[in-house]
Structures are given as structure tokens and as C-alpha cells.
């Protein structure tokens, strides 16, 4: 998705659509310089008002960038839990989804990634974007809890290790391979691909096959 000045659309606080101006002045400005690249001076002028208003709604250039990543927490949680989809028809095929579904936000909503992922806002600035952080991520840790039900019971690992590792590989994939913004490494295969094989080697050697029943 690309961000830009619209041609045409009023902006500016007495349209009342200031907050809304300064979401996508920042997700321009993070699409073009990076989300330490820019100033809240920078994200006023892009929306078309004066240095002064943004702080009708945002304290500081911070509150502006939780509140975006907090957005796209939020956008990402749902498209999780859409691709994860409570691990239906089967478990494993649930959980490929739910791998792409992270490679897609990646490469499909760049700015929000940046944002949530690399502009070093703390979750503990906003209980919001804590709260959307922590949703995100129990699509995840859902999955995992199901799937370590497949695997032998003699050390079956704790779902949580086993989230935090599939989350691990799943966002190194996608942030050196699977971004759409310039700072995409080439790879001489899908990402797609690359975290498929990744997680079926992981899965394997914690004794787990697709199709494989219920552990005893």
C-alpha cells in the first residue's frame, strides 16, 4: 500500500480529520525516511497545518508513532486470526497460513511494520498498543498450543518456547527477506518458500509430522 499526499482531499484540524491526517502524514513520512527519519514539525507541515496543532491530539512525535503502530498491531492481529482461523481444516495447513499471513503484512503494509516493529516506541507508552501487541501474539501462541498436542508427549516442549521461536524465524524471514520497502535483502527463492521449509525443519526436529496424531 502506498502513502502519499491525497490530490484533492481537504485536510487540516477544522475539517476535523487532523488525527486521521497525522496517521497517514506519518505512515508517508515512515514509507519515505524511515520511522526515525522525520520530526513532528515534519508530519504537521505533510498534513497541512501549523507546527502547534498536532498537539491537539498527540503530546509529542512518540504518541503520534504508538498510535500507529498500535493501529497496525491491530490490522495485523486481524489478519492473523483470519489466516490461523481456530487451525481449520487441519492444524498444520492452518499453521502455514498463519506464517504467510505475517510475510504478507510485512511486504503489503511496510509503514505499519516499521512502525510497530523498528521505530522503538515502548509498548508500555500506550496501554492500548500494549494490549494490541499482546493480541497479535496470541494468535500465535493459540496455534502453538494446539500444535505441541501433536508432538510425543516425552518432552514436548512448552508452547510458549515454541511460539517464541516460530515467531523468531517467521520475523527474521520477513524483515530481511519478505518487506516491501527498499531494505528487502534478495533471496534466490520465495520468502514464502524459505519460512516453509524453516518451520517444517523446526517442526520435525521436535518430533512432529503433518498428519501426525494426537501425541501419547
Same mark, same amino acid.
Given at each position: 500500500?502506498?502513502?502519499?499526499?491525497?490530490?484533492?482531499?481537504?485536510?487540516?484540524?477544522?475539517?476535523?480529520?487532523?488525527?486521521?491526517?497525522?496517521?497517514? #502524514?506519518?505512515?508517508?513520512?515512515? @514509507?519515505?525516511?524511515?520511522?526515525?527519519?522525520? !520530526?513532528?514539525?515534519?508530519?504537521?507541515?505533510?498534513?497541512?497545518?501549523?507546527?502547534?496543532?498536532?498537539?491537539?491530539?498527540?503530546?509529542?512525535?512518540?504518541?503520534?508513532?504508538?498510535?500507529?503502530?498500535?493501529?497496525?498491531?491491530?490490522?495485523?492481529?486481524?489478519?492473523?486470526?483470519?489466516?490461523?482461523?481456530?487451525?481449520?481444516?487441519?492444524?498444520?495447513?492452518?499453521?502455514?497460513?498463519?506464517?504467510? %499471513?505475517?510475510?504478507?503484512?510485512?511486504?503489503?503494509?511496510?509503514?505499519?511494520? %516499521?512502525?510497530?516493529?523498528?521505530?522503538?516506541?515502548?509498548?508500555?507508552?500506550?496501554?492500548?498498543?500494549?494490549?494490541?501487541?499482546? !493480541?497479535?501474539? @496470541?494468535?500465535?501462541?493459540? #496455534?502453538?498450543?494446539? +500444535?505441541?498436542?501433536?508432538?510425543?508427549?516425552?518432552?514436548?516442549?512448552? @508452547?510458549?518456547?515454541?511460539?517464541?521461536?516460530?515467531?523468531?524465524? !517467521?520475523?527474521?524471514?520477513?524483515?530481511?527477506?519478505?518487506?516491501?520497502?527498499?531494505?528487502?535483502?534478495?533471496?534466490?527463492?520465495?520468502?514464502?518458500?524459505?519460512?516453509?521449509?524453516?518451520?517444517?525443519?523446526? +517442526?520435525?526436529?521436535?518430533?512432529? !509430522?503433518?498428519?501426525?496424531?494426537?501425541?501419547?
Amino acid at each position: 500500500m502506498k502513502w502519499g499526499k491525497p490530490d484533492n482531499e481537504p485536510r487540516g484540524y477544522h475539517h476535523g480529520n487532523l488525527k486521521e491526517a497525522l496517521v497517514r #502524514a506519518a505512515l508517508a513520512l515512515i @514509507a519515505e525516511k524511515g520511522p526515525a527519519g522525520f !520530526t513532528f514539525a515534519d508530519a504537521a507541515r505533510w498534513a497541512g497545518v501549523s507546527p502547534a496543532a498536532p498537539y491537539r491530539h498527540y503530546r509529542d512525535r512518540e504518541a503520534l508513532l504508538a498510535d500507529v503502530a498500535r493501529r497496525g498491531f491491530e490490522l495485523f492481529a486481524a489478519a492473523l486470526a483470519k489466516a490461523w482461523d481456530e487451525g481449520r481444516p487441519d492444524l498444520m495447513r492452518a499453521f502455514d497460513r498463519l506464517g504467510k %499471513s505475517y510475510l504478507d503484512f510485512a511486504k503489503n503494509q511496510p509503514a505499519y511494520y %516499521s512502525a510497530m516493529f523498528e521505530a522503538g516506541v515502548p509498548l508500555d507508552a500506550d496501554p492500548q498498543l500494549r494490549e494490541a501487541s499482546e !493480541t497479535a501474539f @496470541a494468535v500465535l501462541r493459540a #496455534a502453538a498450543e494446539k +500444535l505441541v498436542l501433536l508432538m510425543p508427549a516425552k518432552g514436548r516442549p512448552p @508452547a510458549l518456547m515454541v511460539a517464541l521461536h516460530v515467531w523468531s524465524m !517467521t520475523h527474521g524471514i520477513a524483515s530481511l527477506f519478505g518487506r516491501g520497502d527498499a531494505a528487502r535483502r534478495a533471496l534466490p527463492m520465495p520468502a514464502e518458500e524459505l519460512l516453509e521449509a524453516s518451520v517444517l525443519i523446526y +517442526l520435525r526436529g521436535l518430533g512432529l !509430522t503433518a498428519g501426525a496424531p494426537p501425541g501419547d
